[in-house]
């Protein structure tokens, strides 16, 4: 009898086994310190003290039990570096249960001698973008931000530090995420400012979202610097030296609790030495004229910056931070001018000219930001708002001397301008399930910009200078951008990732001028779609394709009447009439890891209307004019290929090859011209062990076009040696450049209308540096990450000039 009871009994379990409603237990895992995701964590469930079921968390600190049996749980969290965790009692019956957030506190302890058997990729490739970790690489030592940019696969950096992305010099570049004025008036100025040693990563972003400024440009190039995110008091010393430049720098950071204060700062002594031999034929009429213009010119700049931030985690949902960045900078060119002309054979017009050239600036931005999160993770909502301020004064006096050397007449001239910026932005994220995000926002800036420029002269080359009125004037130019972008993110695990946005933009434009030029205002709107989709492959593949459409607008290098006349035959000035440009991009990007080696291969199409080109033309007097223009339509069709290897355990590989076809052409200038650009980066390091490095690099950029000619080709190399010391606290480090060339030269063709002219340049390149570094301080914990305004809609001056 007990055996047919018996058997019952189980057949009756097994049929409630059967048909019982299983539930799903889920929930988020987050680092109570550091407020982000905790990635792949071991989650168990406990029953009676003992586990029933196992998963690990995601890379966004997800964790799903999918089928449960009803019944009461405890949750139990561990992984290496944090203090166990249980949860519960979960009561899982009919329904499926969310605990919501679970925090895990890091173990806080001294970090001792570590050995490291696998460091970060010296590149990575996101689902976005592409990562340049130049905290990993130690070429880039005692040098500055323009080293930094020649290591990435898809820039090119030419001897000035005039800066490229796939072609185009129409790119953002950010700092932390935030816009600075000067990298606004000049990228190559500014990336001079910015020691080498104080960057943390480079990212790329070829296609950004809606959730960007309209940036109409090849893309955005965002420098993060170093962050210590360690508790205590921390810092580093670095005094580095070079033949061309010396970039003493320093940074200290307090953290205790909710609190950290940081603070760094720095002093650039830089200098540089080059020549050109110009030579210009221009027709007027039916007179055909020849000019020889040897130019040599010695640079001398003293630039300081320094930053200072408070953050403040008030509790574990609230956190306020404030910061202020101050620049200042006095930079002067010294230029030795000779100059001849003739006419049909026969000798004309000749003088030397002597000139300096000074740029001196000082400006500082000044940030206030507030973030709320909430108990649902990733829900967030921040308040931005910033503002900046920078005077500038630019001036120049020259002497003329004829062949005798004596001055018979003199110039000198000042264009002293204010830049005023503020913004206020408000974001809101809000995550719609476990894959779904919803991004939406608004965004306000108000720009100021006046300039005031005057030139006066000596005709007879005394010291009584006289104003010339007449080539004087007042620009005042007020601009107001108003946005708001909506954008929804999907990635799921399989299948196919999502990012569709729409932003748009108005902008209200008020300009007016003392001379009598007639004042003018404009306003316009813009609707600007991003698509993106993503999906991740078998055997660590990844595939990316997107569209873009992004507006750009002049800013105020390009907008500025002002004519530089400082060289009396090549002058250069701005145009307020411009209108913005419109940037259609697409993109196709695949990457692949095998084994040691990691691949990246993209193709994209880049087309934009209304493009902004500096136009040249020579009047009857020989004198060239380049004024900002909207007369181009310009494309681009590329390919780019990276890959980064371990040929042995000691010895890492990467390099690249950037390949497209550009073409620019003008209806209105009745003119076309395309051709094909390259670039190749190659860069290797060796460990030898006992903390001896070794590491070379070297790139080659072919000639690039323009809308009027071309610029030339040219490479550059340099071989680093590094040793830890002071039981790894410290690092010396030795690096040559252009060990066998004393000159790196290239030469720039043009042809206008009525001219053509061809610049033979050679730049002294080669040069040594020594860079130190001492780190003193704790070694525990980790910091939040801080979400800072970045204003990355405006057209920069690329420094060409």
Same mark, same amino acid.
């Given at each position: 009898?007990?055996?047919?009871?018996?058997?019952?009994?189980?057949?009756?379990?097994?049929?409630?086994?059967?048909?019982?409603?299983?539930?799903?237990? !889920?929930?988020?895992?987050?680092?109570?310190?550091?407020?982000?995701?905790?990635?792949?964590?071991?989650?168990?469930? #406990?029953? =009676?003290?003992?586990?029933?079921?196992?998963?690990?968390?995601?890379?966004?600190?997800?964790?799903?039990?999918?089928?449960?049996?009803?019944?009461?749980y405890i949750v139990q969290v561990s992984l290496m570096g944090y203090t166990t965790k249980t949860f519960g009692p979960v009561h899982a019956y009919k329904e499926d249960v969310e605990t919501g957030v679970i925090k895990l506190a890091p173990v806080a302890q001294t970090l001792k001698e570590v050995t490291v058997s696998e460091q970060k990729a010296l590149f990575e490739e996101r689902s976005d973008r592409m990562v340049y970790n130049a905290e990993k690489d130690i070429s880039i030592?005692?040098?500055?931000?323009?080293?930094?940019?020649?290591?990435?696969?898809?820039?090119?950096?030419?001897?000035?530090?005039?800066?490229?992305?796939?072609?185009?010099?129409?790119?953002?570049? *950010?700092?932390?995420?935030?816009?600075?004025?000067?990298?606004?008036? !000049?990228? !190559?100025?500014?990336?001079?400012?910015?020691?080498? =040693?104080?960057i943390k990563q480079v990212e790329v972003i070829t296609s950004p979202s809606a959730k960007y400024d309209a940036e109409g440009t090849a893309g955005i190039i965002n420098i993060i610097t170093k962050k210590n995110s360690l508790k205590g008091t921390n810092g580093s010393i670095s005094p580095n030296f070079g033949q061309w430049n010396n970039w003493p720098n320093a940074s200290i950071s307090h953290r205790v609790k909710g609190l950290t204060l940081s603070a760094n700062g720095g002093y650039s002594d830089w200098k540089n030495k080059r020549y050109m031999d110009q030579v210009r034929s221009f027709t007027f009429g039916d007179t055909i004229t020849n000019q020889d213009q040897f130019q040599g010119v010695r640079g001398r700049g003293k630039n300081f910056y320094g930053t200072f931030n408070a953050d403040w985690d008030i509790d574990s949902l609230n956190r306020v931070g404030a910061g202020i960045n101050y620049y200042n900078g006095v930079n002067t060119n010294w230029f030795d001018i000779e100059f001849q002309e003739s006419t049909?054979?026969?000798?004309?017009?000749?003088?030397?000219?002597?000139?300096?050239?000074?740029?001196?600036?000082?400006?500082?931005?000044?940030?206030?930001?507030?973030?709320? #999160?909430?108990?649902?993770?990733?829900?967030? *909502?921040?308040?931005?708002?910033?503002?900046?301020?920078?005077?500038?004064?630019?001036?120049?006096?020259?002497?003329?001397? /004829?062949?005798?050397?004596?001055?018979?007449?003199r110039e000198k001239s000042y264009n002293i301008s204010n830049n005023k910026e503020g913004t206020i932005q408000l974001d809101f994220t809000n995550p719609l399930d476990s894959i779904s995000t919803l991004e939406m926002g608004s965004k306000t800036i108000f720009r100021k910009i006046l300039s005031d420029y005057r030139i006066s002269s000596a005709i007879d080359g005394s010291d009584q200078f006289h104003d010339m009125p007449e080539q004087a004037n007042i620009f005042d130019y007020a601009q107001q951008v108003t946005s708001a972008y909506l954008v929804y993110n999907r990635t799921p695990k399989k299948g196919w990732g999502l990012n569709l946005g729409a932003r748009y933009e108005?902008?209200?434009?008020?300009?007016?001028? *003392? /001379?009598?030029?007639?004042?003018?205002?404009?306003?316009?709107?813009? #609707?600007?779609?991003?698509? !993106?989709?993503?999906?991740? *492959?078998?055997?660590?593949?990844?595939?990316?394709?997107?569209?873009?459409?992004r507006i750009q607008r002049p800013n105020f290098f390009y907008l500025n009447p002002y004519v530089n006349q400082a060289d009396s035959k090549n002058q250069y000035g701005g145009n307020p009439y411009l209108k913005p440009e419109l940037t259609h991009s697409v993109e196709a990007n695949y990457s692949v890891s095998i084994k040691q080696t990691s691949i990246n291969a993209s193709v994209f199409l880049r087309k934009t209307n209304n493009a902004i080109e500096g136009i040249s033309n020579v009047d009857s007097s020989g004198v060239l004019k380049q004024i900002f223009q909207n007369v181009a339509e310009n494309s681009a069709y590329g390919l780019n290929l990276s890959a980064n290897t371990k040929l042995m355990k000691q010895w890492t590989v990467n390099g690249s090859l950037n390949v497209f076809y550009n073409v620019l052409e003008s209806a209105e200038l009745k003119t076309r011209n395309a051709d094909w650009m390259y670039r190749i980066n190659l860069n290797s390091t060796i460990d030898f062990g006992k903390g001896i490095k070794a590491q070379l690099f070297g790139f080659y950029n072919s000639p690039r076009v323009n809308i009027q000619g071309s610029y030339g080709g040219f490479g550059f190399y340099n071989i680093v040696l590094q040793k830890e010391i002071l039981k790894k606290k410290g690092t010396i480090g030795f690096g040559y450049d252009n060990p066998f060339n004393r000159t790196i030269k290239w030469r720039n063709d043009f042809v206008g209308s009525n001219f053509v002219q061809t610049q033979d340049v050679a730049m002294y390149r080669r040069g040594w540096r020594l860079n130190l570094k001492y780190e003193f301080g704790q070694m525990s914990g980790n910091q939040r990450q801080k979400k800072r305004i970045s204003n990355d809609d405006k057209k920069s001056g690329d420094g060409n000039n």
């Amino acid at each position: 009898m007990k055996a047919p009871l018996l058997t019952l009994a189980l057949l009756a379990l097994t049929i409630h086994c059967l048909f019982a409603q299983h539930v799903r237990i !889920s929930g988020y895992l987050l680092d109570s310190a550091a407020n982000k995701p905790v990635e792949f964590a071991t989650v168990a469930l #406990l029953q =009676d003290g003992k586990i029933t079921e196992g998963v690990t968390a995601d890379a966004k600190g997800r964790f799903v039990f999918s089928k449960v049996a009803p019944g009461v749980y405890i949750v139990q969290v561990s992984l290496m570096g944090y203090t166990t965790k249980t949860f519960g009692p979960v009561h899982a019956y009919k329904e499926d249960v969310e605990t919501g957030v679970i925090k895990l506190a890091p173990v806080a302890q001294t970090l001792k001698e570590v050995t490291v058997s696998e460091q970060k990729a010296l590149f990575e490739e996101r689902s976005d973008r592409m990562v340049y970790n130049a905290e990993k690489d130690i070429s880039i030592k005692g040098g500055d931000a323009t080293d930094v940019l020649k290591k990435i696969p898809s820039v090119a950096v030419d001897i000035e530090g005039n800066v490229q992305l796939r072609g185009s010099a129409n790119i953002k570049v *950010l700092i932390n995420n935030k816009p600075s004025n000067v990298v606004a008036r !000049s990228v !190559s100025e500014a990336l001079k400012q910015i020691p080498a =040693d104080i960057i943390k990563q480079v990212e790329v972003i070829t296609s950004p979202s809606a959730k960007y400024d309209a940036e109409g440009t090849a893309g955005i190039i965002n420098i993060i610097t170093k962050k210590n995110s360690l508790k205590g008091t921390n810092g580093s010393i670095s005094p580095n030296f070079g033949q061309w430049n010396n970039w003493p720098n320093a940074s200290i950071s307090h953290r205790v609790k909710g609190l950290t204060l940081s603070a760094n700062g720095g002093y650039s002594d830089w200098k540089n030495k080059r020549y050109m031999d110009q030579v210009r034929s221009f027709t007027f009429g039916d007179t055909i004229t020849n000019q020889d213009q040897f130019q040599g010119v010695r640079g001398r700049g003293k630039n300081f910056y320094g930053t200072f931030n408070a953050d403040w985690d008030i509790d574990s949902l609230n956190r306020v931070g404030a910061g202020i960045n101050y620049y200042n900078g006095v930079n002067t060119n010294w230029f030795d001018i000779e100059f001849q002309e003739s006419t049909l054979g026969v000798p004309g017009q000749y003088f030397r000219r002597d000139m300096r050239r000074t740029y001196d600036w000082e400006g500082a931005t000044i940030n206030f930001d507030y973030t709320r #999160l909430f108990k649902k993770p990733k829900r967030e *909502l921040t308040l931005l708002t910033m503002y900046s301020f920078e005077g500038e004064d630019s001036d120049y006096d020259s002497d003329l001397l /004829n062949r005798d050397n004596a001055i018979y007449y003199r110039e000198k001239s000042y264009n002293i301008s204010n830049n005023k910026e503020g913004t206020i932005q408000l974001d809101f994220t809000n995550p719609l399930d476990s894959i779904s995000t919803l991004e939406m926002g608004s965004k306000t800036i108000f720009r100021k910009i006046l300039s005031d420029y005057r030139i006066s002269s000596a005709i007879d080359g005394s010291d009584q200078f006289h104003d010339m009125p007449e080539q004087a004037n007042i620009f005042d130019y007020a601009q107001q951008v108003t946005s708001a972008y909506l954008v929804y993110n999907r990635t799921p695990k399989k299948g196919w990732g999502l990012n569709l946005g729409a932003r748009y933009e108005h902008t209200f434009i008020q300009a007016n001028f *003392l /001379n009598g030029t007639a004042a003018f205002s404009n306003n316009y709107g813009n #609707l600007i779609p991003s698509v !993106s989709l993503s999906k991740s *492959l078998k055997k660590s593949q990844q595939l990316r394709i997107s569209y873009t459409q992004r507006i750009q607008r002049p800013n105020f290098f390009y907008l500025n009447p002002y004519v530089n006349q400082a060289d009396s035959k090549n002058q250069y000035g701005g145009n307020p009439y411009l209108k913005p440009e419109l940037t259609h991009s697409v993109e196709a990007n695949y990457s692949v890891s095998i084994k040691q080696t990691s691949i990246n291969a993209s193709v994209f199409l880049r087309k934009t209307n209304n493009a902004i080109e500096g136009i040249s033309n020579v009047d009857s007097s020989g004198v060239l004019k380049q004024i900002f223009q909207n007369v181009a339509e310009n494309s681009a069709y590329g390919l780019n290929l990276s890959a980064n290897t371990k040929l042995m355990k000691q010895w890492t590989v990467n390099g690249s090859l950037n390949v497209f076809y550009n073409v620019l052409e003008s209806a209105e200038l009745k003119t076309r011209n395309a051709d094909w650009m390259y670039r190749i980066n190659l860069n290797s390091t060796i460990d030898f062990g006992k903390g001896i490095k070794a590491q070379l690099f070297g790139f080659y950029n072919s000639p690039r076009v323009n809308i009027q000619g071309s610029y030339g080709g040219f490479g550059f190399y340099n071989i680093v040696l590094q040793k830890e010391i002071l039981k790894k606290k410290g690092t010396i480090g030795f690096g040559y450049d252009n060990p066998f060339n004393r000159t790196i030269k290239w030469r720039n063709d043009f042809v206008g209308s009525n001219f053509v002219q061809t610049q033979d340049v050679a730049m002294y390149r080669r040069g040594w540096r020594l860079n130190l570094k001492y780190e003193f301080g704790q070694m525990s914990g980790n910091q939040r990450q801080k979400k800072r305004i970045s204003n990355d809609d405006k057209k920069s001056g690329d420094g060409n000039n």
